[in-house]
């Protein structure tokens, strides 16, 4: 954050127009930084420089608006002034490259008009950067922490935090990824039509992988971590408003009804609450609402995919006053449709799960020991947890200690392991 007393204006009374300006600065920061690096980015052709270019345009800001006034548009004062400064610094190293004093040439010869900075012309860059960012040809774990670091604008140290690693291996992870976007040639657009389906299933994917890991951590000592929820839910509003395609708003329908249980998820300790034990009037009813809503234009669309069909199943636990009266038929039946569209061992067992509260354990148990016996899920805890959970309730209590144990070995989350240990102990002994 920019702050403005370090040079020299901590003493001026607030109402002093520096003080305005300073103030201005920070806001303009806050809210506007993102997309004038998304269009810096355009502009300019590379991650780095624009982003060099775009501190540069903010720190002219702190020493020229508050001497000769807050500009008429803020964001394309910082756009040129980015631009400018950009070109400035190819120019200083073209003095040893040929080729860079060509791009610079080629850049100050463009023709560009700051009044098509709009926030269409805006947000469209804003919609090419996400593209970019979650381009096939980089490995997921890239996508992510490129797609954070440039449009959400989380620090480093802040993408490390969220996914317990070092900053070193992000930073790596971000360095390559930024070259290899530059040498492949990878283009800065959205893709055409005919394209957008397969590349927009890569973008939703990363979307919904960052706010998996915040939603139900994959390791350490908490559930959820909620920085990664928020900017997931962030980045999927984003995507929705500026590309409204139907399995855009499911995404986002999805995460929202995930989100709105969050508080009842979790003891005040931190242990883990199933969902049938949760207190349903923390849920956050705003939150439901507007997942419902999306849902049924998702579904009304007749273009839906497996984010809808989820978010579907999620709106039928949300209307759902309590854990008995739960419509298992209908969440059974929308898993047969999801199978169909995205055929998976992890939907075969959630689907499982669905029967056996629809048809009673032993018919959930059957399908579990199939897939396990086809050797898939093996080293997945949530399969053995939930076989456990099954032979528990037909009183299989050997077969239930040994799938808990199991399930306990494989678990990494400390949260889940308490849970599994105590469903250990609370096993009579003997069948």
């Avoid at 957008?196 to 299933?201: A, E, K, N, V």
């Avoid at 399969?383 to 799938?403: F, K, M, N, V, Y």
Wanted: proline residues 5%; contains cysteine; aromatic residues 6%.
């Amino acid at each position: 954050m920019l702050r403005l007393a370090k040079r020299g204006f901590s003493r001026l009374p607030y109402s002093h127009p520096a003080i305005h300006a300073s103030a201005t600065v920070d806001h303009v920061f806050r809210t506007e930084s993102r997309r004038v690096l998304a269009t810096l980015i355009r502009l300019l052709g590379d991650f780095d420089l624009a982003e060099d270019a775009m501190q540069d345009a903010f720190a002219a800001a702190t020493e020229t608006w508050p001497r000769d006034g807050v500009p008429s548009n803020p964001r394309a004062w910082l756009i040129s002034t980015g631009r400018f400064k950009g070109i400035d610094t190819i120019r200083r190293r073209a003095r040893h490259s040929a080729s860079l004093a060509s791009i610079a040439e080629r850049l100050d010869s463009q023709v560009v008009d700051p009044t098509e900075w709009d926030d269409r012309c805006v947000d469209d860059d804003r919609l090419r950067l996400i593209f970019t960012c979650c381009h096939p040809s980089l490995s997921a774990e890239a996508q992510i922490a490129l797609t954070l670091r440039e449009v959400c604008g989380l620090t480093t140290d802040e993408i490390a935090r969220a996914f317990l690693t070092s900053s070193t291996t992000v930073a790596q992870r971000i360095v390559r990824a930024k070259a290899k976007i530059r040498d492949a040639g990878i283009p800065y657009l959205v893709p055409e039509r005919e394209d957008l389906p397969d590349r927009l299933h890569s973008v939703l994917h990363v979307i919904y992988l960052v706010f998996n890991e915040g939603y139900s951590a994959s390791s350490g000592e908490s559930v959820t971590r909620r920085e990664l929820s928020v900017e997931a839910i962030r980045l999927g509003r984003l995507l929705a408003n500026l590309l409204p395609e139907p399995e855009a708003m499911g995404l986002l329908a999805l995460m929202l009804l995930h989100e709105s249980r969050r508080e009842a998820r979790t003891t005040p300790e931190g242990d883990v609450v199933l969902m049938e034990d949760q207190d349903r009037s923390r849920w956050h009813r705003g939150m439901i609402q507007e997942g419902a809503t999306l849902v049924e234009q998702a579904l009304a669309s007749g273009r839906f995919g497996p984010y809808t069909i989820q978010a579907a199943m999620s709106a039928v636990h949300a209307s759902t006053p309590d854990g008995p009266s739960t419509d298992w038929a209908q969440i059974a039946h929308l898993y047969d449709v999801l199978l169909q569209l995205e055929p998976s061992p992890v939907v075969e067992l959630n689907r499982a799960v669905a029967v056996a509260m629809r048809d009673g354990p032993a018919a959930g148990l059957a399908l579990i020991d199939d897939i396990l016996a086809r050797g898939e899920l093996r080293d997945y805890y949530l399969a053995h947890s939930c076989r456990a959970d099954l032979c528990r309730r037909l009183g299989r209590t050997t077969e239930a200690r040994d799938s808990y144990e199991r399930a306990l070995r494989l678990a990494k989350q400390e949260p889940e392991r308490r849970f599994l240990a105590r469903r250990i102990a609370e096993l009579p002994n003997g069948d």
